[in-house]
T-cell receptor, first 117, second 114 residues
Framework: DTGVSQDPRHKITKRGQNVTFRCDPI?????LYWYRQTLGQGPEFLTY????????KSRLLSDRFSAERPKGSFSTLEIQRTEQGDSAMYLC???????????????FGPGTRLTVT | GDSVTQMEGPVTLSEEAFLTINCTYT??????LFWYVQYPGEGLQLLLK?????DKGSNKGFEATYRKETTSFHLEKGSVQVSDSAVYFC?????????????FGKGTKLSVIP
């Protein structure tokens, strides 16, 4: 297995445009997480899926953000009407684990760097 | 809510020096604690972890002990190498409170000079 992959690695867009990022987790992992990291800060949690169910959403995830994991495998994160404040690195992570179970190591992808001009 | 506070950087050390990066946390439950490392141009990697009080996590010469009484998880290494230059993040997961998200500190950039 090659680990968590994300596409694209870099995205430059103009303010007001919509963007979509994709994450492919490690194949046997049923948990998938999205984080956002801005320069000089640690990653901040956005949302989390257990299989196809979105179980947690941060208050950071405004109405312009939506995430899906339709078949419990890959996930997409869409940002509508982008703003300059959305410029950040968007990180995806995956882990194994069952609902209500204990914590498992999260494996991170390389991230998608978004620049909104 | 949960939070992690770690030592401000950047930190610059000479090769073979002793390293300590302080990390303290606030959590509602009994969290698991982690150190992640981000090498230049690479993604976050788990360095070590501890899941309960007094546990010691260790990897690649790095160690950290889960201290519940001081709510701390300081990272140490006895002799750093140039290849240890990276950004180090302390993090917690409060799964006992029903959340599997990681809460990270701001990161500490370490530069090791020959």
């Amino acid at each position: 297995d090659t680990g968590v992959s994300q596409d694209p690695r870099h995205k430059i867009t103009k303010r007001g445009q919509n963007v979509t990022f994709r994450c492919d987790p490690i194949s046997e992992h049923n948990r998938l997480y999205w984080y956002r990291q801005t320069l000089g800060q640690g990653p901040e949690f956005l949302t989390y899926f257990q299989n196809e169910a979105q179980l947690e959403k941060s208050r950071l995830l405004s109405d312009r953000f939506s995430a899906e994991r339709p078949k419990g495998s890959f996930s997409t994160l869409e940002i509508q009407r982008t703003e300059q404040g959305d410029s950040a690195m968007y990180l995806c992570a995956s882990s194994s684990g069952t609902s209500g179970g204990s914590s498992y190591e999260q494996y991170f992808g390389p991230g998608t760097r978004l620049t909104v001009t | 809510g949960d939070s992690v506070t770690q030592m401000e950087g950047p930190v610059t050390l000479s090769e073979e020096a002793f390293l300590t990066i302080n990390c303290t946390y606030t959590a509602t439950g009994y969290p698991s604690l982690f150190w992640y490392v981000q090498y230049p141009g690479e993604g976050l990697q788990l360095l070590l972890k501890a899941t309960k009080a007094d546990d010691k996590g260790s990897n690649k010469g790095f160690e950290a002990t889960y201290r519940k009484e001081t709510t701390s998880f300081h990272l140490e290494k006895g002799s750093v190498q140039v290849s240890d230059s990276a950004v180090y993040f302390c993090a917690l997961e409060d799964s006992g409170a029903g959340s599997y998200q990681l809460t990270f500190g701001k990161g500490t950039k370490l530069s090791v000079i020959p």
